[in-house]
């Protein structure tokens, strides 16, 4: 019986030769296709004992990923989430995770420039220190939606919010020299124009604009930022994640007819990066010993990488800071 299978075996193989091999061949194709798509990898094993890291929109996604592989490393993580709920719920995967139960989640909503001021001032009373801020929560294309102050919600949320936290925290950011700032952006920057004329999309109103907007904000950001953080010993950089299956694609889902995002599109999915794949270049900026005095920079797949031409130009960097000093000014009066 085995040497009748082992014949049939054989005479099967010798009669499909073409087909096998063009399965083992797209087989072999699609691992490193995939294997291509998932891009760089932190290889640092710095250890973060004793240092305090302050994650933004943390309870899902590469920020829990990112809460996850930190907290691992030794670090007092700060979890600064607007779903309190939820937070504690991933705090306790965190914790799981690493075995680290210096663990804490704080109230943080991007969305109201109260709550911003509100959290930064619990921090800049409680901690001591801020070794590490990581400026990663955000919303896609979602619908013209106004923020509690009235911006429209993506400049609201990824770029406004995040300013007014870092400038808020600042100070103790630096009383912890060496320290850093990480700001998560986009290749949606590329596309990117800041509308000085028109900041909230009040006359042409589309997602896809006021995201590019927002991420190209937030290279600005980061370009402005640095230059005014020369000589202190703090260091802020920026980065792509990558395309990443994550809650981030809602509101693109939702956009969509559902039939042919289900047909033509959700099948794409597999080629997404995973989350801890999309949270590989946040460690990278975050932990890499190599970028002790990089800062101003913007990274992709844990390498350097050349920003758009409009993410360069520094006399539009120090306009946004300015429009943005503004923006929050108004919201606290």
Not at 39 to 50: H, I
Not at 229 to 247: A, D, F, S, Y
Request: with cysteine; net charge positive.
């Amino acid at each position: 019986m085995d040497l009748d299978f082992i014949e049939t075996a054989m005479s099967f193989f010798a009669k499909n030769k073409l087909l096998i091999s063009s399965v083992v061949g797209s087989v072999f194709g699609f691992v490193l296709l995939r294997r291509h798509l998932a891009g760089g990898v932190c290889l640092s094993k710095k250890r973060l004992d004793g240092k305090t890291v302050i994650i933004t929109g943390c309870n899902t996604g590469i920020g829990l990923e990112t809460a996850k592989e930190l907290s691992a490393r030794g670090a007092r993580v700060i979890m600064a989430c607007r779903d309190l709920d939820r937070a504690t719920k991933a705090s306790e995967t965190v914790k799981a995770f690493s075995g680290n139960n210096d663990v804490s989640i704080q109230r943080l909503d991007l969305a109201s420039l109260d709550s911003v001021r509100k959290f930064a001032e619990r921090m800049n009373e409680k901690e001591e220190k801020i070794d590490i801020l990581i400026n990663n929560a955000g919303v896609m294309m979602c619908p013209k939606w106004q923020s509690e102050d009235g911006y429209e919600m993506q400049f609201a949320v990824n770029h406004l919010g995040h300013f007014l936290l870092t400038t808020l925290l600042l100070d103790r950011i630096k009383k912890s020299a060496p320290s850093r700032i990480i700001n998560v952006s986009s290749t949606a920057h590329y596309r990117g124009k800041i509308n000085f004329d028109d900041i909230n999309s009040d006359k042409n109103y589309s997602a896809m604009n006021a995201y590019s907007q927002s991420k190209l904000a937030n290279v600005l950001f980061t370009k402005e930022l640095d230059r005014r953080l020369q000589g202190t010993g703090v260091t802020t950089n920026t980065l792509h994640p990558g395309v990443i299956k994550t809650e981030l694609v809602r509101h693109v889902e939702a956009g969509f007819n559902p039939f042919l995002f289900n047909v033509v599109f959700r099948p794409l999915q597999i080629f997404l990066k995973t989350p801890v794949e999309g949270a590989q270049t946040t460690l990278h900026c975050a932990l890499d010993e190599k970028l002790d005095n990089v800062s101003g920079k913007y990274f992709s797949d844990c390498e350097e990488k050349e920003p758009s031409k409009a993410a360069m130009n520094m006399e539009d960097a120090k306009r946004l800071w300015e429009l943005s000093e503004d923006m929050v000014a108004k919201a606290g009066k």
